[in-house]
C-alpha cells in the first residue's frame, strides 16, 4: 500500500472514549440483541444496525426504516452499585439519551428545534423525529434503543437530513458525543428534561392500554416518571403508560 491508499482505507469512526459499539448490516432488534446478552455485555455497550427485520416500538408496535436510511441503536448501561433503584437509574438513563437525541439535532441541524413528548418521544413541532424503546434486563442493567430518523421518515413523521447529507453513523458519533456533555448531576438532568417537555402546561389526550382516553392539562412529572394530570372537573390523575396527544398549548 502506497501512502495514498490511505486516503481510500475504511475509516475507523471517531467513536469517543469508553464507548463500545458494534455494528451489523442487519438484524431482529438492537434493543433484543443487547437484552438476550446483557449478562457479558460491558458498561456502555452500543450496538447500531442498518436494517431490523422486526425493529420495535413500545407495546409490541413496529419502528420502519428502511435498509441504511436510519439511526437504528442501542445502548447498555449498566447499574452502578451505588445505585438502589433500577427504576431511578433507567429513567436518568432514559432522560440523558432524550437530551443527547435533543442536543445531537440541534448540533446537526441548527434550524430545527427539537422537544420531548412525554413518554419518550423527541418531536420537531407535532412532527415526531426520533422515539426511545426502553427495557430492564434481568441483571438490572438497562438498554435504550433509539430510533432516530435521518434521512427517511414515514408520512406524519420528519427525518434530520432528508437529503441524504448525513450518515445513521454520523449521528451515531455526534449523540455519543453529546450524551458525554451532559451534565452529571441528575437534579441539572431532571431540570433540563422538563424544560425541553413539551407536553407540560398542555392540554393533552391520554390514550390508554384500556382503550380509554383522557382529557386535561399535564402538569408535572412524579419522581418515578408518571405524568400528572388534571381534568375538566379538577380532579388530579397519575398516567404511567399510555399515549399523549398534544392538544392545544395552555
Ligand atoms: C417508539 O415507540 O417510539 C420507540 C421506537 C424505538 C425504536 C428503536 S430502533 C433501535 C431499537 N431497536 C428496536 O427494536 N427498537 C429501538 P412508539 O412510541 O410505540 O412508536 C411506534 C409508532 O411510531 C408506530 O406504531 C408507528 O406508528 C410510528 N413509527 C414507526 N416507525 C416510525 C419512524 N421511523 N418514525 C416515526 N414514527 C414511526
Given at each position: 500500500?502506497?501512502?495514498?491508499?490511505?486516503?481510500?482505507?475504511?475509516?475507523?469512526?471517531?467513536?469517543?472514549?469508553?464507548?463500545?459499539?458494534?455494528?451489523?448490516?442487519?438484524?431482529?432488534?438492537?434493543?433484543?440483541?443487547?437484552?438476550?446478552?446483557?449478562?457479558?455485555?460491558?458498561?456502555?455497550?452500543?450496538?447500531?444496525?442498518?436494517?431490523?427485520?422486526?425493529?420495535?416500538?413500545?407495546?409490541?408496535?413496529?419502528?420502519?426504516?428502511?435498509?441504511?436510511?436510519?439511526?437504528?441503536?442501542?445502548?447498555?448501561?449498566?447499574?452502578?452499585?451505588?445505585?438502589?433503584?433500577?427504576?431511578?437509574?433507567?429513567?436518568?438513563?432514559?432522560r440523558r439519551?432524550s437530551l443527547?437525541?435533543a442536543a445531537?439535532?440541534t448540533?446537526?441541524?441548527?434550524?430545527?428545534c427539537p422537544q420531548l413528548k412525554w413518554?419518550?418521544?423527541v418531536?420537531?413541532?407535532?412532527?415526531?423525529?426520533?422515539?426511545?424503546?426502553?427495557?430492564?434486563?434481568?441483571?438490572?442493567?438497562?438498554?435504550?434503543?433509539?430510533?432516530?430518523?435521518?434521512?427517511?421518515?414515514?408520512?406524519?413523521?420528519?427525518?434530520?437530513?432528508?437529503?441524504?447529507?448525513?450518515?445513521?453513523?454520523?449521528?451515531?458519533?455526534?449523540?455519543?458525543?453529546?450524551?458525554?456533555?451532559l451534565p452529571?448531576?441528575?437534579d441539572q438532568i431532571t431540570d433540563a428534561y422538563t424544560d425541553l417537555l413539551a407536553t407540560l402546561g398542555r392540554?393533552?389526550?391520554?390514550?390508554?392500554?384500556?382503550?380509554?382516553?383522557?382529557?386535561?392539562?399535564a402538569?408535572s412529572v412524579?419522581?418515578?416518571?408518571?405524568?400528572?394530570?388534571?381534568?375538566?372537573?379538577?380532579?388530579?390523575?397519575?398516567?404511567?403508560?399510555?399515549?399523549?396527544?398534544?392538544?392545544?398549548?395552555?
Amino acid at each position: 500500500m502506497t501512502p495514498g491508499d490511505h486516503a481510500e482505507a475504511p475509516l475507523i469512526p471517531p467513536w469517543p472514549d469508553g464507548w463500545r459499539v458494534e455494528e451489523v448490516a442487519s438484524t431482529t432488534s438492537t434493543n433484543d440483541d443487547l437484552v438476550e446478552r446483557a449478562a457479558d455485555l460491558a458498561d456502555r455497550t452500543v450496538r447500531r444496525a442498518d436494517y431490523q427485520t422486526a425493529g420495535r416500538g413500545r407495546l409490541d408496535r413496529r419502528w420502519d426504516a428502511p435498509a441504511g436510511t436510519n439511526l437504528l441503536v442501542s445502548i447498555l448501561f449498566r447499574r452502578p452499585p451505588t445505585e438502589r433503584s433500577v427504576n431511578r437509574f433507567a429513567l436518568g438513563q432514559i432522560r440523558r439519551v432524550s437530551l443527547a437525541v435533543a442536543a445531537t439535532i440541534t448540533r446537526l441541524h441548527p434550524d430545527l428545534c427539537p422537544q420531548l413528548k412525554w413518554p419518550n418521544d423527541v418531536m420537531i413541532g407535532s412532527r415526531k423525529i426520533a422515539g426511545l424503546l426502553t427495557q430492564l434486563t434481568d441483571d438490572g442493567s438497562v438498554v435504550v434503543g433509539i430510533g432516530l430518523n435521518v434521512g427517511w421518515a414515514p408520512a406524519g413523521a420528519i427525518a434530520l437530513a432528508p437529503d441524504g447529507s448525513l450518515t445513521p453513523r454520523q449521528v451515531l458519533v455526534e449523540l455519543l458525543a453529546a450524551f458525554d456533555r451532559l451534565p452529571e448531576s441528575t437534579d441539572q438532568i431532571t431540570d433540563a428534561y422538563t424544560d425541553l417537555l413539551a407536553t407540560l402546561g398542555r392540554e393533552v389526550r391520554i390514550d390508554g392500554l384500556d382503550g380509554r382516553s383522557l382529557v386535561g392539562r399535564a402538569v408535572s412529572v412524579d419522581p418515578d416518571g408518571a405524568l400528572q394530570l388534571i381534568d375538566a372537573d379538577g380532579v388530579t390523575h397519575r398516567v404511567e403508560v399510555g399515549d399523549v396527544i398534544h392538544l392545544r398549548p395552555a
